[in-house]
């Protein structure tokens, strides 16, 4: 109850406030590398790609949002329809409402509209004990995801009254997780980023994917702060920054990474899959979408995809391969 109760207000002030951090997410120090002799056409590019075994028609990811209400129902369809009709994945929110109330848990089944999306599950970290592998298993089952996304959101958990600040053995029960099950586990931020050090011992932890979640989207410290009244104004751009978790990451670990955290056009997206990254996520701009219908999702994100293909274009890139590189810092 008292996660479906938080779950609701997260939607109500990530739809009615504004949420977006203060801060850039660092992408904006990097440029891509105009070409003027492109040598190719603008139809020649061709943006799919495959993520963790699964194939992807473009490097898009709609990120973990919500679940455990009728109205997270609706929006979770609509996310997965769109994620159908472009051929793209997408990461469920947090299932421990339908864990700890398993009555709610069809608000979290999207299969019926999206049969061959790369879906993934999601816990928080500091929940992965108190649950249990056997629950979670389950929980993911269930859904029928592909993965299990566990979030990692200290600085989120501050700000929420009663959170989890007691952030001992939270790697060892990742390890534990990743060692039980038979799906890969994806590690996550939800906006204040994962550096590459942590990024390092996740993957030491048998983490299959990194998704950054860096600072410069959604600032969930002032998502929560909002609702509980925290005085925590002075950590609402608390993190690192997008831009700056990618090139730490892409330089330490090996498994794949996401960019996320304030990516808001295809040229962000193309800048970051430029540098090294293996999808793009993308969390708020599709929640006002999300909440009228799939066609309004679908249109936000065809509007990226296509400014992907042209910033591809610009760079003489036919495919993401050839993107790889094609970025300077300005
Ligand atoms: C309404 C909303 C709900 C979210 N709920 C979750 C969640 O349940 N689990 C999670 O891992 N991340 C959650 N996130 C965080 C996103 O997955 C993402 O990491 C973060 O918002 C940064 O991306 P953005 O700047 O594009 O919004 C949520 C984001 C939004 C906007």
């Known amino acids: ?7 609701l207000g997260h939607l109500s002030v990530c739809l009615s406030r504004d949420v977006q951090s203060g801060r850039p997410n660092g992408l904006e120090r990097y440029e891509l590398v105009h070409d003027a002799l492109p040598e190719m056409g603008r139809e020649d590019v061709n943006t799919s790609t495959s993520f963790l075994g699964h194939d992807f028609s473009a490097p898009i990811f709609i990120e973990a949002m919500t679940g455990g209400t009728s109205q997270a129902s609706k929006i979770n369809r609509n996310l997965a329809k769109a994620a159908e009709e ?5 990461g469920m929110g947090s299932q421990r409402a339908m864990i700890e109330g398993p009555a709610v848990a069809p608000t979290y089944e999207v299969r019926k509209v999206a049969p061959h999306i790369f879906l993934a599950g999601n816990i928080g970290a500091a929940q992965i004990t108190e649950i249990g592998v056997g629950k979670l298993v389950r929980a993911v089952k269930r859904i029928k995801a592909d993965a299990l996304a566990v979030h990692l959101n200290p600085a989120q958990e501050v700000a929420q009254d009663g959170g989890h600040v007691k952030w001992t053995g939270v790697l060892e029960s990742i390890r534990d997780l990743c060692a039980a099950v038979d799906f890969p586990v994806i590690a996550k931020e939800v906006g204040c980023g994962i550096s590459g050090d942590v ?18 989207g959604t600032s969930w410290v002032k998502v929560d702060s909002i609702i509980t009244g925290k005085p925590l104004d002075n950590f609402y751009d608390w993190g690192i920054a ?15 990474v996401i960019a996320s955290g304030g990516i808001r056009t295809g040229i962000d997206a193309a800048k970051a899959l430029a540098m090294g990254a293996s999808l793009a996520g993308i969390a708020l701009p599709l929640l006002k979408p999300a909440a009228r219908s799939s066609a309004a999702v679908k249109e936000a994100l065809e509007r990226i995809i296509m400014e992907l293909e042209t910033s591809m274009f610009l760079v003489s890139a036919r495919n993401i391969e050839e993107l790889r590189g094609k970025i300077a810092k300005s």
């Open 199 to 216: 990024a390092v011992r996740l993957e030491k932890a048998g983490v299959a994917a990194i998704d950054v979640a860096g600072a410069g």
């Open 242 to 256: 997008t831009a700056e978790c990618l090139e730490q990451c892409l330089q330490r670990v090996k498994v794949p």
């Open 86 to 90: 472009l051929g793209i994945g997408m």
């Open 1 to 7: 109850m008292k996660t479906q109760k938080r779950k």
